[in-house]
């Protein structure tokens, strides 16, 4: 009884919900015989706790907020919504989180009539925006480019690319990959079309299978392609993000959501920013690999070498350089030619003030 005691007392200092979890947690742990044997001390003593935990857990439980969050492909880009859920900062916020994959194409649609609540995608969102969509972007979580430049064995420096055709995950080269793509030829020297060509293919795992094929002689992926290209005997040639920063994960909503929930906005992002902490903080590391092999299937060594090199890239909320990010917006209104004020693509208020307190 004095282990029960010590171990109850312990559960007592944690905060409000996190104790609630927390008896949850010891009963399942201690199991029904401590309650067979001690029964009526314990329910003397911890009567209140128990009540909690068998009336109120329930409760909250019952009243969780259900919302759809959609990611456009698995890779570690967008970690920070399964470990928001892993970890429980969903259901902290009082929000029942259906993460789900979802096409780029099916994106907006899904967000206007209310398929789903948000999306972590980012150039969708900020395209539409553009484009007169009443979409918005509330926050950023991958604020540089994830992409990695991966080549067959026998290519070993850039130099060697001339002449090389890539395998793209676009089919025209104005979205995220296709831009990485341009200005990473940029910075070698090389001009699309004339000294490099490109293909078409649908996704990671095809890009992967295209050049250890010999289909393509390049391409770029993101993590945990990367590492499994390195276990192919592939090359990594180059790390996208120490040249062109573009952000490739945030949370966007429909217009109208600022406007009548904002308080959803802010437990959505209030999740999010912990679980992007969490994520970078290295004590937490087996538990964000333990998310990665669940959600993504590698092994943990993939996972934890994923980690490594995706963690310089991860934003709790807000772009490190907000001037090159509003820059980056500003090019691409240009690009669209669009008259929208770069004010109704992103608001990062909510952001700013939870990370504030």
Do not use: C
């Amino acid at each position: 009884m004095r282990d029960l005691s010590l171990k109850l007392h312990h559960y007592q200092q944690r905060s409000f919900l996190d104790g609630l979890r927390s008896v949850d947690l010891f009963i399942r742990e201690s199991g029904l015989r401590m309650l067979e044997r001690h029964g009526s001390e314990i329910l003397k003593k911890y009567s209140f706790a128990i009540i909690l935990l068998f009336v109120v857990l329930p409760a909250i439980a019952a009243k969780a907020e259900e919302i759809t969050l959609s990611y456009t492909a698995s890779t570690l880009t967008f970690l920070a919504g399964r470990v928001a859920i892993d970890q429980g900062f969903f259901r902290q916020e009082g929000l029942d989180v259906k993460f789900v994959q979802m096409r780029t194409a099916a994106l907006i649609p899904a967000l206007s009539n209310g398929h789903i609540d948000y999306t972590m995608s980012f150039l969708p969102p900020v395209d539409s925006a553009l484009k007169g969509i009443p979409v918005q972007m509330a926050g950023v979580f991958v604020d540089r480019s994830l992409h990695y430049l991966v080549t067959k064995s026998t290519i070993k420096t850039p130099a060697e690319l001339r002449g090389k055709t890539f395998a793209i995950n676009a089919v025209d080269l104005n979205g995220s990959t296709g831009l990485v793509f341009q200005a990473l030829m940029r910075h070698f020297g090389l001009e699309i079309n004339k000294d490099v060509k490109w293909i078409s293919a649908a996704d990671s795992p095809a890009l992967f299978a295209m050049v250890q094929q010999g289909l393509a002689d390049a391409t770029f992926l993101v993590p945990p392609w990367p590492q499994k290209a390195r276990s192919a005997g592939m090359n990594i040639l180059f790390r996208a993000g120490d040249v062109y920063s573009a952000p490739l994960a945030g949370l966007s909503t429909h217009r109208r959501v600022f406007k009548e929930n904002p308080d959803q906005i802010r437990r959505v992002l209030r999740a999010l920013i912990r679980a992007t902490r969490f994520i970078t903080q290295p004590t937490n590391e087996a538990a964000a690999v333990n998310s990665s092999v669940r959600w993504l299937g590698m092994s943990r060594e993939e996972a934890a070498g994923a980690l490594r090199d995706v963690s310089f890239a991860y934003s709790d909320g807000v772009p490190r350089n907000e001037k090159v990010f509003w820059e980056g917006i500003a090019a691409r209104a240009k690009f669209l030619a669009s008259n929208v004020p770069l004010t109704e693509v992103a608001d990062f208020s909510f952001a700013k003030e939870i990370r504030a307190k």
